[in-house]
């Protein structure tokens, strides 16, 4: 019988510097997808503390993954089913880094950081410079964040190592203009990762309107949230503008290629 890994992934609204809303709608999203009977669930880009460009911002909202407070963030996460994949920001001796953090049962199973940082503005954080490879009832699967999906290598530094998913935790709530040149273009870029490499491709990001005020011009995010198969067939998406959390099923091959 085919083993078969379901994989879950969210497109949430931008929760910003606000833990207890974040946490709020990771349970909720882990509810629904423990009812799926969902294996690994995906989060956006920096989920957990918001993803606000500016330096000021990522120190006060950071938080070091050896310390007392984000022992009780994961206190409250340890009765989830699923293994949860989610960004966020993370201060490790003195430095600060875009992270995805890979929890099982409120524990650190391992920790992706961002290795290809956009210029100027997040230079602020430290580029990780390792691409770990996880696994779940025998799927491997690595990580790519936002802007990495942007460059070969990282995609290929995962499929190198014998896995066979790309998550991607994503956040691109942008100018109007910006989202709507780049409205298409993602789904695009998961299609040139996939040719090159044969991955499945799991991908999460932010939705809604950022208002004009404390942190700039008026921003808009449409997605989109989707899941791709090696052929690079969108298997499932998430409406553009719209909340919500898809599922797949991906079998799982053998080291000797066989289902």
Same mark, same amino acid.
């Given at each position: 019988?085919?083993?078969?890994?379901? %994989?879950?992934?969210?497109? #949430?609204?931008?929760?910003?510097?606000?833990?207890?809303?974040?946490?709020?709608?990771?349970?909720?999203?882990?509810?629904?997808?423990?009812?799926?009977?969902?294996?690994?669930?995906?989060?956006?880009?920096?989920?957990?503390?918001?993803?606000?460009?500016?330096? +000021?911002? %990522?120190?006060?909202?950071?938080?070091?993954?050896?310390?007392?407070?984000?022992?009780?963030?994961?206190?409250?996460?340890?009765?989830?089913?699923?293994?949860?994949?989610?960004?966020?920001?993370?201060?490790?001796?003195?430095?600060?880094?875009?992270?995805?953090?890979?929890?099982?049962?409120?524990?650190?199973?391992?920790? &992706?950081?961002? #290795?290809?940082?956009?210029?100027?503005?997040?230079?602020?954080?430290?580029?990780?410079?390792?691409?770990?490879?996880?696994?779940?009832?025998?799927?491997? &699967?690595?990580?790519?964040?936002?802007?990495? #999906?942007?460059?070969?290598?990282?995609?290929?530094?995962?499929?190198?190592?014998?896995?066979?998913?790309?998550?991607?935790?994503?956040?691109?709530?942008?100018?109007?203009?910006?989202?709507? &040149?780049?409205?298409?273009?993602?789904?695009?870029?998961?299609?040139?990762?996939?040719?090159?490499?044969?991955?499945?491709?799991?991908?999460?990001?932010?939705?809604?309107?950022?208002?004009?005020?404390?942190?700039?011009?008026?921003?808009?995010?449409?997605?989109?949230?989707?899941?791709?198969?090696?052929?690079?067939?969108?298997?499932?998406?998430?409406?553009?503008? #719209? %909340?919500?959390?898809?599922?797949?099923?991906?079998?799982?091959?053998? +080291?000797?290629?066989?289902?």
């Amino acid at each position: 019988m085919m083993d078969i890994v379901r %994989v879950g992934t969210c497109q #949430t609204p931008e929760i910003i510097g606000d833990l207890s809303a974040a946490l709020d709608v990771m349970l909720r999203f882990s509810k629904e997808a423990e009812e799926k009977k969902v294996d690994l669930l995906l989060f956006p880009e920096c989920f957990l503390t918001g993803y606000i460009l500016s330096e +000021s911002f %990522v120190t006060e909202h950071s938080y070091d993954f050896e310390s007392e407070q984000f022992s009780a963030i994961l206190k409250q996460l340890e009765y989830i089913k699923p293994v949860l994949v989610f960004g966020v920001n993370e201060k490790k001796t003195g430095q600060y880094f875009n992270s995805a953090v890979v929890i099982s049962s409120g524990e650190i199973i391992g920790v &992706y950081r961002k #290795t290809h940082l956009i210029d100027p503005n997040e230079l602020f954080y430290t580029p990780g410079n390792e691409y770990p490879v996880f696994e779940i009832k025998g799927l491997k &699967y690595g990580i790519n964040i936002c802007y990495d #999906t942007q460059f070969a290598d990282a995609a290929k530094a995962i499929a190198d190592q014998g896995a066979q998913l790309l998550l991607s935790p994503a956040q691109n709530m942008l100018r109007r203009e910006t989202a709507e &040149y780049w409205k298409d273009k993602h789904s695009d870029i998961c299609v040139e990762r996939i040719r090159e490499t044969g991955l499945w491709f799991v991908r999460s990001d932010v939705t809604g309107i950022r208002p004009p005020g404390q942190y700039g011009v008026e921003r808009i995010a449409y997605g989109p949230t989707l899941a791709m198969n090696p052929k690079a067939e969108v298997v499932a998406q998430v409406p553009l503008m #719209t %909340v919500g959390m898809i599922a797949v099923d991906i079998p799982v091959i053998s +080291s000797d290629g066989k289902d």
